[in-house]
């Protein structure tokens, strides 16, 4: 059966479906892979090899493709606050909240 997605979700919605998809594909599996061991540091890279290919599909001209590279990032970055069982909108609030109070650039070149 195919799960259904409702594109008014909130992002702690939309990051446990996704987590439960993962889960659901295998990606939590008793095969050692770096969600179950903890490794935290691999799933971040696999977030940022996601950007990378953004940044090849860009270079090509390839303006969907590059869009959907992006979603493919934010894929695994909710899978994985979905794992941690994060509360992104109190999160995303309090941190902004705190950006608000920086200074322009945040006090750097760029």
Partial sequence: MIQTYDPDWNVNQWSRAIHDWAQRKGFY???GNAHISGNYAAQVMLIVTELAEAVEEDRKGNSIEFR???VDALIRLLDMMGYLNMDIGILLERIMLQNE???QLHGKRY
């Fill in 29 to 31: 599996g008793r095969n």
């Fill in 68 to 70: 959907e590279e992006l």
């Fill in 101 to 103: 109070k920086r200074p």
